[in-house]
């Protein structure tokens, strides 16, 4: 049903919750942020992504107000907030460390941004109450925050950012201190809680699978500059440059230059004496250009003898197999040395595989599997 | 085992120098006073046994205490100027204690230095040198004339105020360090959570970073208040005459009146009054982890 998909960034008429507006924030002679421009949309599922240092956590902590933009502005809901402190704005955060105050019990902890309200004794107590539901923390609510697991104090940390019901909830790496397990469970309970709050959440983390897996839209950020912004599966199948498709995901990287060959469809020589490999794509490139080819290593058939339709084939050697159980990684060493990874899942026993190590096998894919990329 | 070990000898040592001297101390104050040398009786000698000492023992020096009014006018003053002075001692050693630990981290070692500093040189200079500063031809009332600030000399020397001064100015390092110990522990993040939440900076600091920092309150008020509760060298130089201090008492009892029994009664119930206040600080917090739990 593409009418009722979550897009409102497709949709000029949107009013954005959150802008940037070629915002720079410098430390000393630090760049940290340069020049950006972004909006954020109401319900969505931001996430910013980027190694460490990038900018991102600076983008989160001048949305909290904790550091200001050295030039330029930011917009919450129409309003500049530059000039507003952290404790006047409808934002809350969540801490990487979470920050939870020791000295008070779970409870007191969740009723803290509450009391600074004034809220009534009744309504104070509701709002915790749902909010220890929520995160299902109602047995530990009157634990310290030293006495419950690091899982446990993640959720707490939530419950209290969640409590005022904030316009914007931003999340400073929040499974960084959890491990793998929790951290995937953790994910889908925190779609959902977010699904149930409809509050915009913004997302700051270094793990591109968590951002895919959480976010409506992905940013992804280097040296204080957004690279791509964009929904995860246009981030991993049409990455707008080399640094994107190598930063998400495993991808195999083929230099070389392009020619025409047909509309949409260009021709791309990659090795001397090679058969060319061809590929869509809806940029232009010209005659001779210096261009890159990625393909990701699922995208890639591996077989034993040449396929017959295949508008790209490639003769290799397995130089090794990395079996991960449900699917195998096989590096294939191709003309002129490079080495492509190609996936296969392994549907049949490993005994009845027809390759192995230095067996010589194909490589094929579609003109539609990789992505043209400029250099 | 090894660790009890390593930690039984400090402590035996430790006990060992606190409890036999105020066994011997409790000794004196339950004795009379006699021309003799040592000025007290009875001495223990095996030939008259154990009972027959025991028996000499009273309560008599005790008893005396409360007759005089200058012994517990004397208590009550040491306790006064013990309380004022832990408090501005609090007061001031609090911000520069906060201070140190915002400061940037290369300066932290060097400010750390400037507060110990004082200590490399004899504390008892550094009395006489208040002096110096504070009598009425001192360098404070020159300075303050000079600027044409009062007109006539202050009085501050042998008063209560040069007390307070000399106090505070002495015991300020032992208020500074464990609040500087905790307040540099603490997770600056959760200052910017309190005011994410809503705080404003004031708040902040009252609800999260007091809260945080108490037992470095709590052990920089004890390292003050302990030794200013006894203190003798600053009250008989800086305070004159007029500044009644239990230390004091406790000096003229002792080298003035050679009456070594009452001044160990004076000893013995000036550790009192310590150990009540340290014991019902430790039940609490016993009772305070025993609620939590």
């Not at chain 1, 992504?49 to 989160?60: A, D, I, N, R, Y």
């Not at chain 1, 709002?127 to 419950?148: C, G, N, S, W, Y």
């Not at chain 1, 990455?239 to 195999?252: K, L």
């Not at chain 2, 004076?266 to 550790?271: D, K, Q, R």
Request: charged share 20%.
């Amino acid at each position: 049903m593409p009418e009722t998909a979550f897009a409102p960034w497709a949709n000029p008429a949107a009013k954005p919750l959150i802008r940037f507006r070629n915002v720079t924030k410098r430390f000393g002679d630090f760049t940290a942020v340069s020049n950006l421009t972004l909006d954020i949309y109401e319900h969505e599922f931001f996430a910013l992504l980027g190694p460490s240092g990038c900018g991102k956590t600076t983008m989160m902590r001048m949305l909290a107000g904790f550091e200001n933009p050295s030039e330029g502005e930011i917009e919450l809901a129409g309003q500049n907030i530059v000039p507003v402190p952290p404790n006047k704005r409808a934002v809350n955060m969540m801490f990487q460390s979470y920050a939870l105050f020791p000295h008070l019990s779970v409870w007191d902890n969740i009723a803290f941004g509450l009391r600074r309200d004034n809220l009534p004794k009744d309504a104070l107590k509701s709002r915790v109450e749902e909010m220890l539901k929520l995160t299902h923390l109602e047995r530990f609510a009157r634990r310290k925050p030293d006495q419950i697991s690091g899982g446990q104090r993640q959720r707490v940390a939530l419950a209290r950012s969640l409590a005022k019901a904030p316009k914007l909830l931003l999340l400073d790496e929040p499974m960084g201190a959890l491990d793998k397990k929790l951290r995937q469970k953790t994910q889908f309970e925190l779609m959902d809680i977010q699904e149930k709050t409809g509050t915009t959440f913004v997302i700051v983390t270094h793990d591109q699978e968590e951002a895919m897996t959480v976010a409506s839209r992905v940013a992804v950020m280097d040296e204080g500059e957004l690279i791509q912004v964009a929904t995860p599966t246009a981030i991993y199948e049409a990455p707008n440059c080399v640094y994107v498709a190598d930063f998400i995901g495993d991808v195999n990287i083929v230099k070389g230059t392009t020619y025409s060959a047909g509309p949409e469809r260009y021709g791309f020589r990659w090795a001397e004496g090679c058969e060319p490999m061809f590929n869509t794509s809806q940029n232009t490139f010209k005659e001779g250009q210096q261009a890159f080819l990625a393909i990701r290593p699922e995208k890639i058939c591996i077989t034993a003898d040449r396929p017959e339709i295949a508008e790209n084939a490639v003769r290799g050697k397995v130089v090794d197999i990395a079996y991960l159980g449900n699917i195998s990684t096989y590096h294939v060493k191709i003309p002129g040395g490079q080495i492509l990874k190609a996936q296969a899942a392994n549907t049949h026993r490993i005994s009845k595989r027809s390759f192995t190590w230095e067996n010589e096998v194909w490589l094929s894919w579609e003109a539609t599997a990789g992505v043209l990329l400029e250099s | 085992m090894r660790r009890f070990f390593f930690i039984a000898i400090p402590y035996l040592w430790l006990l060992a120098l606190f409890l036999i001297p105020f066994a011997i101390v409790l000794k004196i104050s339950l004795s009379d006073m006699a021309m003799a040398r040592p000025p007290y009786l009875p001495q223990f000698s095996w030939e008259d046994g154990v009972w027959s000492f025991l028996s000499q023992l009273d309560f008599e020096n005790f008893v005396f205490l409360t007759t005089d009014n200058l012994y517990w006018k004397a208590y009550a003053s040491s306790l006064q100027i013990a309380v004022v002075s832990t408090l501005l001692a609090l007061l001031i050693g609090y911000p520069i204690a906060y201070a140190m630990a915002r400061a940037p981290e290369e300066w932290r070692a060097t400010l750390m230095l400037l507060v110990i500093l004082p200590f490399w040189t004899s504390f008892l200079i550094r009395v006489y040198s208040w002096m110096g500063i504070l009598s009425q031809e001192g360098y404070l009332n020159q300075l303050l004339l000079a600027l044409g600030m009062i007109s006539e000399p202050l009085i501050i020397l042998n008063t209560k105020v040069a007390v307070y001064i000399g106090i505070v100015y002495t015991y300020i390092p032992f208020m500074v360090l464990p609040i500087y110990a905790a307040l540099d522990r603490l997770d600056r993040s959760l200052i910017e959570a309190a005011e994410d939440l809503g705080c404003s900076r004031t708040q902040a600091f009252w609800l999260v970073t007091v809260p945080l920092s108490r037992n470095g309150i709590m052990a920089g008020c004890f390292l003050v208040f302990i030794p200013t509760l006894g203190e003798f060298v600053i009250p008989s130089l800086l305070g004159g005459s007029g500044t009644l201090m239990i230390g004091k008492v406790l000096w003229e009892e002792f080298f003035n009146n050679r009456d070594w029994p009452v001044a160990a009664a004076v000893a013995v119930v000036l550790t009192l009054i310590l150990i009540i206040p340290i014991v019902l600080f430790q039940r609490n917090q016993q009772k305070q982890i025993e609620a939590e739990s």
